[in-house]
């Protein structure tokens, strides 16, 4: 039976601890579905179809990860993939809180799908895509917080 996750996110912007963790994964699972998912408490600075194209393009060459987006619950996705696998970051304590009760709940409604935790490797932990929004939003330099085929796609946009 193949091993395939889904790392659920808004990604915007998909940052590079966001790029370690599927990367890092990919050594785990045999296919990840990185899902762009709708969370209307995030007022979002791409698309979805624009950040389905970056990350699209960023991963062009690895056949072991497709994108998509959701809308709904990310459990139905899972299902819908046919993966068994949640992955989610962390970075500190206060992510392991809230990923943990997002954990606890879907295995309330999908006891067959499991959440893996990857920690954050050192120098990525400080990344987040609502600080790299933040710093753009501002005109500061992000070059150094998300792959460069990302910071090209946004570049080269209206942001």
Known sequence: MKKIAVFPGS????????????????QLFDHIYIAIGVNSAKKGLMSFEERQLAIENLFASNNQISVGSYTGLTVDYCRQVEAN???????????FEFENIIAQNNLLLAPDIQTYFLVSQSGLSHISSTIVRDILLHGGDVQYLIPEAIYNYIKSSQF
């Open 11 to 26: 990604f915007d912007p998909f940052t590079k601890a966001h790029e370690d963790l599927v990367n890092r994964a990919t």
């Open 85 to 95: 696998y949640i992955v989610r970051g962390l970075r500190n304590s206060a992510d």
